[in-house]
Nanobody, 115 residues
Framework: QVQLVESGGGLVQAGGSLRLSCAAS????????MGWYRQTPGKERELVAVIRSGCITNYADFVKGRFTISRDNAKNTVHLQMNSLKPEDTAVYYCYSLMTPDQYWGQGTQVTVSS
């Protein structure tokens, strides 16, 4: 098992930046996949970015070139650097980990981008 705690959300103007962090309760070195999803009211949770144990990354098309995911195995932390934020990026962002076959989620952090 692993507990995930997100931080770094907040209110920012369009064009601005935020850096989200996800702190894990155990070593992430061997965790297959870690990543970020987001959700807005009335919509399904959607993938933002994932990073695999070999540091292979995948991004949703709508964040490519703007967001960067990274992992710090020494600090058991995953980050999401979000640049050039748009109002449509407003959502609750959730940290995610996959330790096959189990999935784990953080409690979410709100990101609000004003126009």
């Amino acid at each position: 098992q692993v507990q995930l705690v997100e931080s770094g959300g907040g209110l920012v103007q369009a064009g601005g930046s935020l850096r989200l962090s996800c702190a894990a309760s155990r070593s992430i070195f061997s965790i297959n996949v870690m990543g970020w999803y987001r959700q807005t009211p009335g919509k399904e949770r959607e993938l933002v970015a994932v990073i695999r144990s070999g540091c292979i990354t995948n991004y949703a098309d709508f964040v490519k070139g703007r967001f960067t995911i990274s992992r710090d195995n020494a600090k058991n932390t995953v980050h999401l650097q979000m640049n050039s934020l748009k109002p449509e990026d407003t959502a609750v962002y959730y940290c995610y980990s996959l330790m096959t076959p189990d999935q784990y989620w953080g409690q979410g952090t709100q990101v609000t981008v004003s126009s």
